[in-house]
């Protein structure tokens, strides 16, 4: 079977083919407004952890969607997309924090967060033969830690986590950023749950070995 990553992020490449192995797949990043999309979900609700996981659940499913429909009609019974999409939500701020872009937005956002809880939401969507998604989310806590200026930017600067969710790159050095962390699958921490995925490819007729 044909497998097709929606995105352009390394680690979601990495992340995936450990869980693959010698089975080889393309990486074909979503086109598609993802700001335009969150806003239009949340439309002014108050944003709960429940709306939260709803826009990450639909921001995944879209990039898989979007990219199987470049799929030729003729390819499709034998090709499968993988989306995903990752956000933090913090509870006491009621905001959704997603890619920084630079250091100052990152060194801005990670000093307002020391001593702060968080919820870090990692959804990822299979489509395959009959194009309807298959979706599963992992919510992990997040417990950031008090610590020194120079110490963060040290970290920063180190990790570069600027296309990040959060700000941070919790298998690198960001991992100091942080008093506690609980989560059930430490690589949706880093961008693709791989146990959900793994259900989800065997629920679509992939074998993962």
């Keep these: ?23 080889q797949f393309e990486v074909r990043p979503a086109d598609l407004d993802e700001r335009r999309l969150q806003r239009q979900i949340i439309d002014g609700e108050p944003l709960t952890l429940l709306l939260a996981k709803r826009v990450t ?14 799929v030729a009609q003729r390819s ?16 006491e701020l009621q905001l959704i924090a ?3 872009g630079s250091f100052a937005r990152a ?15 990692t959804a990822v969507a299979v489509v395959a033969r009959g194009g309807r998604p298959r979706v599963s989310l992992q919510a992990a806590r997040l417990q950031f830690a008090r610590i020194s200026a120079d110490e963060r930017r040290a970290v920063l600067r180190a990790d570069k986590p600027y296309n990040c ?30 146990m959900r995925l793994r259900r989800l490819l065997r629920d679509s007729g992939l074998s993962y070995i």
């Design 1 to 23: 079977m044909r497998v097709i990553l929606a995105s352009q992020s390394e680690a979601r490449q990495r992340l995936l083919a450990q869980l693959l192995g010698h089975r």
């Design 57 to 70: 659940r639909r921001l995944a499913s879209a990039k898989a969607n979007a990219v199987w429909q470049t």
């Design 76 to 91: 499709r019974v034998s090709t499968l997309v993988i989306g995903s999409d990752q956000l933090l939500y913090v509870p």
């Design 98 to 100: 997603g890619k920084p």
């Design 107 to 121: 060194d801005r956002f990670l000093a307002m967060m020391a001593g702060r809880s968080a919820w870090l939401l």
């Design 165 to 194: 969710a959060g700000s941070f790159k919790i298998e690198e050095r960001g991992i100091a950023l942080f008093d506690a962390v609980r989560s059930d699958d430490p690589t949706g921490i880093q961008g693709l749950p791989l």
